[in-house]
C-alpha cells in the first residue's frame, strides 16, 4: 500500500510556474513508479510525466515535453512535478498515483494508488 498527498495547486497566469509535490509513504517505494495525470472537466484523465523511484528515469507525454519536469527526492520520499510556461489549457485537476511495477507508461489502469488531487488553474 502506498498513500499520496499532493500539493501545490493554485492559481497562475499564462506563463507562469508552478511546482507539485507528491508526498508518498508506505513500504518499498524503491518497487515504485509515480505518475502525475490531469484531469480538465468534461476530458479524460492524461498522464504527463511518471519517474521510476529506484533510479530516477523519466518518461513525458509530448504535450509538456521541454516545460514539465518530474524529479524525485529519495530522502523526502517526494515527486515533484516542476510546470514552466503554463498555458490556459493546462487548467486541470493533477493528480498523483503509485505503480508497482515501476513501468514508465502512463496507462491510467496501469496505477493502484492515487492521491487527492491538487487543482492548477492558468488564467489572466
Known amino acids: 500500500q502506498v498513500q499520496l498527498v499532493e500539493s501545490g495547486g493554485g492559481l497562475v497566469q499564462p506563463g507562469g510556474s508552478l511546482r507539485l509535490s507528491c508526498a508518498a509513504s508506505?513500504?518499498?517505494?524503491?518497487?515504485?513508479?509515480i505518475g502525475w495525470f490531469r484531469q480538465a472537466p468534461g476530458k479524460e484523465r492524461e498522464g504527463i510525466a511518471c519517474v521510476t523511484l529506484i533510479d530516477g528515469m523519466t518518461y513525458y507525454t509530448n504535450s509538456v515535453k521541454g516545460r514539465f519536469t518530474i524529479s524525485r527526492d529519495n530522502d523526502k520520499n517526494t515527486v515533484y512535478l516542476q510546470m514552466n510556461r503554463l498555458k490556459p489549457e493546462d487548467t486541470a485537476v493533477y493528480y498523483c498515483?503509485?505503480?508497482?511495477?515501476?513501468?514508465?507508461?502512463?496507462?491510467?489502469?496501469?496505477?493502484?494508488?492515487w492521491g487527492q488531487g491538487t487543482q492548477v488553474s492558468v488564467s489572466s
Open positions: 508506505g513500504n518499498n517505494l524503491d518497487a515504485y513508479a
Open positions: 498515483a503509485a505503480n508497482d511495477k515501476a513501468l514508465l507508461r502512463l496507462w491510467v489502469s496501469l496505477y493502484d494508488f
